[in-house]
């Protein structure tokens, strides 16, 4: 796969020119795979270059950048970067309500990951509106049996067990 994704971006950045944001969104396919495999460094550096790029294509608001935030704020969680990764996803949420509306289902994992990361960090009172709001998000989304639904509602358990709440996580 990875030798296909970087014969891909090379032919892209040949017939497209290095600036296209579809080069920006191959280099971030390409970093997702590289995160998976644990080549952390190399997929760091091609988010960070997708990003760039799509800033400079799309300007500051669009849901590509707010997608590409969250992306590296993940990989920065993986490599234990948590400032990082707080202020990527911070980013990343504002920028999706703006873009998406504040009911979008990519706003709800962004926020769930928001949490997830108060919550390592035992700032659970952070953590927990976030949680609820991604929980709220997705049951209005998907209704009462959708996997991110399971996933929102260990986030609000983890967060009111944290808070000391262990009754009140439903």
Known sequence: ??????????????????ESTQV?????????????????GEAQSLYRASLALLERQLGGEHPLIGNSKHNLGELDQRMTLDD??????TQAAALKEKVLGAAHPSLALTLRNLSYLYSVRDEFAQAEPLATR?????????????????????????????????????
């Open 24 to 40: 920006a969104m191959t280099e971030n396919n390409l970093a997702t795979l590289l995160a998976r495999i644990g080549d952390y």
């Open 84 to 89: 990082e990764a707080l202020e990527l996803y």
């Open 134 to 170: 991604a929980l709220d998000i997705n049951e209005r989304t998907y209704g009462s049996a959708h996997v991110d639904l399971a996933y929102s509602l260990i986030s609000l358990g983890r967060a009111q067990t944290g808070r000391g709440n262990a009754a009140g996580a439903r």
């Open 1 to 18: 796969a990875r030798d296909h994704y970087e014969q891909a971006l090379a032919l892209l950045r040949e017939t497209l020119g290095p």
